[in-house]
């Protein structure tokens, strides 16, 4: 029961009825981002996009009821935490973290809601700081930052930054400070380091009053993705380049008459993973036809193609997999999880050991360097060792060569039969286990351009028309 890959991620924070911060806001960010999501509640508001007209807190000891019977039962990968309103609350969280602390701990410090009212008593200030030590992250906006800290508020981005490596390295926390609430263009966040290193993260302010349950939004995204294996950088960027297509979409929703709601599911409604790869593979489709048609395939599928044409074409199909491990070693290399990083490194083991294959069966002992690397081959290799400089647009790039692959090669291999002369080459092609792969290059690819922004998504489509027709080259040659 301990092995998904959909991490348990539970908000202990406020509840928010009309459904845009709080816990409402916190499970629906999290499912978007790919986790189940748990909600133990430690107070509860009466709120609307306009204001805070009331907030009840139940007895802290309920709170650790819930707390505890949640952990009983369910393996918790990350916790984030939200509104917890006042001390005797922080306590039971602080209590309960030095019990039975989850691997991953994001601290959202909520103290005032967008709309201005006061979600944190003044006298529970110092127990939030003292819960600083059993968090991973940290994720305060600027004023909250500057209460955490114990100063004015910041003047402006650097004056922030300054701050937040104060905080970090005397709480020893990672500190993601936020922009939301900075004048001007931009609205970028920063992650400092205890001993003030800082990774920054430019975002550009969008005109929308779709900002209700931003904060809670990002930190939740933010252990989701943590929890999902993305290295902390990597979950930063993800979880806000996903909350801004969120808070753009936030408007259409329409929800209430004061600061609103982002749409935590944008991206459900057109955006999947599946889709960017599909609209790939459809504007190929011209490409694609034209293989299809060449001499060279239709020949190896019935069988006629001439033996020394064919082994030419595997001389260089082998030089061709040398050098195309080598970059599906780099997507390895700047994989965003383990998983992908993993599934790349795999694949470029599997073309390895393909190409001694080709040469044990197919070339005999051809190898190293007797055959030169023809004009479309090199070709094809430099345009795929130039891609990049980002994983999103070499793992397109490479896509073509296992699509293509699979897909002709499903159809010749239904045309094969015992005494076809190219039988054992053509079932390479229509193995499961090479289909297998083929989804999940397919997947992680997808993934990849839900990740990025329009530029590295047209950047993606570019790069595998691109490999798509040099494959045509390829089988043309
Ligand atoms: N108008 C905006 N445009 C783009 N991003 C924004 C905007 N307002 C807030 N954000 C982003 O939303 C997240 C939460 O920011 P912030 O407003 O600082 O926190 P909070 O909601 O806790 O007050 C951050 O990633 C921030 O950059
Ligand atoms: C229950 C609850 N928790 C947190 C917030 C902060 O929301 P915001 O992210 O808009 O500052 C809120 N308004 N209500």
Redesign the pocket.
């Known amino acids: 029961m301990t092995s998904s890959t959909t991490p348990r991620v539970l908000s202990i924070a406020g509840s928010d009825p009309s459904g845009g911060a709080g816990v409402q806001a916190d499970l629906k960010s999290i499912a978007a981002n790919g986790g189940y999501g748990m909600a133990a509640i430690a107070a509860l508001t009466a709120q609307n996009t306009v204001g805070v007209t009331g907030v009840h807190v139940p007895p802290p000891e309920f709170l650790r009821l819930q707390l505890d019977t949640v952990a009983d039962d369910i393996r918790i990968d990350a916790v984030k935490i939200g509104m917890l309103a006042e001390a005797s609350v922080i306590d039971v969280v602080a209590d309960w973290l030095a019990r039975r602390r989850p691997p991953i701990v994001v601290l959202?410090p909520?103290m005032v809601a967008?709309s201005g009212a006061r979600l944190l008593a003044p006298a529970a200030e110092d127990a939030l700081r003292r819960l600083l030590r059993h968090a991973d992250v940290v994720?305060?906006?600027?004023p909250?930052l500057a209460v955490l800290a114990g100063e004015p508020e910041a003047s402006g981005w650097n004056d922030a930054l300054a701050q937040a490596a104060r905080l970090a390295t005397e709480h020893g926390v990672r500190v993601l400070v936020?922009?939301?609430?900075l004048g001007g263009a931009s609205?970028?966040?920063a992650l400092v380091k205890p001993g003030g290193a800082i990774t920054e993260?430019p975002?550009?302010?969008?005109?929308?009053a779709a900002?209700h349950?931003?904060?809670?939004?990002?930190s939740s995204a933010l252990a989701t993705r943590r929890a999902r294996g993305e290295a902390w950088e990597i979950a930063i960027d993800t979880a806000?380049t996903w909350?801004?297509d969120a808070?753009r979409a936030g408007s259409a929703l329409a929800v209430g008459h004061g600061n609103g709601p982002v749409d935590h599911f944008a991206r459900l409604h057109d955006e999947q993973p599946e889709d960017h790869a599909a609209a790939w593979w459809r504007d190929c489709a011209d490409i694609r036809a034209q293989i299809d048609a060449l001499p060279f395939v239709t020949s190896l599928g019935d069988g006629t193609l001439d033996r020394e044409r064919f082994r030419s074409y595997l001389a260089q199909d082998a030089l061709y997999l040398r050098e195309y491990a080598k970059v599906l070693g780099r997507a390895s290399a700047l994989a965003p999880s383990p998983e992908e990083e993993l599934f790349w490194a795999r694949c470029a083991r599997g073309c390895l050991e393909s190409e001694l294959q080709l040469h044990t069966s197919w070339l005999g002992a051809e190898r190293g360097g007797c055959t030169p690397l023809s004009r479309v081959n090199r070709a094809y290799l430099d345009h795929l060792s130039a891609a990049g400089p980002d994983y999103g647009t070499i793992v397109a790039a490479v896509l073509p060569c296992f699509w293509i692959y699979r897909d002709v090669g499903e159809r010749l291999a239904a045309r094969s039969h015992p005494e076809h002369p190219y039988a054992a080459w053509l079932a390479t092609y229509a193995d499961p286990s090479f289909a297998e792969s083929t989804m999940a290059a397919i997947r992680w690819a997808g993934l990849a351009a839900t990740r990025t922004d329009a530029g590295g998504r047209a950047r993606m489509a570019r790069a595998f028309r691109l490999s798509a027709h040099h494959e045509l080259a390829f089988f043309a040659q």
């Open positions: 959202d909520v967008t994720t305060p906006n600027l909250e936020t922009g939301g609430h609205s970028p966040d993260f975002g550009a302010r969008l005109e929308t900002t349950g931003t904060g809670c939004s990002l806000k909350l801004t808070m």
